[in-house]
């Protein structure tokens, strides 16, 4: 078995890195969705993390860990919004002046006009994230600036990691975790965390339907990304899977599963009724997989909400279709 490149020992530093800059989030038992899924569900709350996601975690450890050289040429990323915003935070936290952040122009408006508020040279591209992805990097060769990937890096991956860290901390006996997966840096990192701490523990990603490139990649034994996604809700979660997540996660998460749209929605709603929790889609991934029973549980189960921002008029609509 090859080694990782990335290890227990790199999550602790970079909790360490980050400690002063991020917060600590709930990790809360859900009485309500605990009787409706028949096993005691407890929720991670990344919404309530800086930004509203859990990408600060990772930003913050890979820009923290770069010398006055790298630092120099400016920031620059790639993002569906939540990365960016991550970026953002980062960069202003550590007092960093230059960041150019290429953001797919079809993003949630609620994240595009929250980048608007920071410090950061905004670039609206493309309508996917591919798009955004290779104007950064285009950008990057031209200015010299140093790129900071949304999850296909190892410092990211364990600033990502530190969330796991937290999860074991306050729930050592979990017997299962639930995680959103997009590029893979989270699951990467919680599942690193988990099975150290708690081997017999599962570890469940979820991809939308709508971009199954996790899925995809455990079945064929190797990381797919770019992919090619359909529309989906699920910004954060659309696109290809990363090589280092892939070679962190493949002996570590037992389990990958699909959820769609419209069980998406369902999931926002639930939230809301049963724990007054705003989640995005891409956020209630994992509960929507809870609820429509995509994997066995028992016992007591993490499910992850990674992000919170969801714009008022999504949110209107998906509480109009409500029956």
């Not at 069980?263 to 509960?287: R, T, Y």
């Amino acid at each position: 078995m090859e080694a990782s490149p990335v290890t227990l020992a790199d999550l602790y530093a970079a909790r360490a890195r980050v400690a002063a800059h991020i917060l600590r989030t709930p990790l809360t038992h859900s009485f309500l969705l605990s009787e409706q899924i028949e096993c005691e569900i407890w929720l991670k709350q990344e919404n309530r993390q800086h930004t509203g996601s859990f990408k600060p975690r990772g930003a913050l450890n890979k820009i923290a860990s770069l010398d006055d050289e790298e630092r120099s040429g400016g920031i620059v990323a790639a993002s569906a919004g939540n990365h960016a915003l991550g970026v953002a935070h980062a960069c202003r936290a550590l007092d960093i002046d230059r960041a150019d952040v290429f953001v797919q122009a079809s993003a949630s408006p609620a994240k595009i006009a929250k980048l608007r508020e920071y410090p950061v040279q905004l670039h609206l591209v493309g309508d996917t994230f591919d798009e955004a992805q290779q104007a950064a990097l285009a950008y990057a060769r031209e200015t010299g600036g140093t790129f900071v990937s949304a999850y296909d890096d190892p410092a990211v991956l364990a600033g990502q990691g530190t969330c796991g860290l937290e999860i074991v901390d306050d729930l050592s006996d979990l017997d299962a975790v639930i995680v959103p997966v997009g590029g893979g840096a989270l699951i990467g990192g919680i599942a690193l965390a988990v099975k150290a701490m708690r081997p017999a523990a599962r570890v469940v990603g979820v991809n939308p339907s709508a971009s199954p490139s996790a899925l995809l990649s455990f079945q064929r034994g190797a990381a797919i990304d770019p992919y090619n996604h359909e529309p989906t809700l699920a910004h954060g979660l659309a696109g290809g899977f990363g090589k280092i997540p892939f070679s962190v996660a493949r002996h570590l998460v037992d389990e990958i599963v699909l959820v769609s749209e419209e069980e998406m929605k369902q999931a926002i709603i639930a939230l809301i009724d049963s724990d007054q929790i705003l989640a995005e889609a891409s956020g209630a991934a994992g509960v929507a997989a809870a609820l429509h029973r995509k994997t066995r549980l028992s016992g007591r189960v993490v499910v992850v909400i990674s992000g919170g921002n969801i714009e008022s008029g999504t949110l209107r609509s998906i509480l109009t279709e409500k029956p």
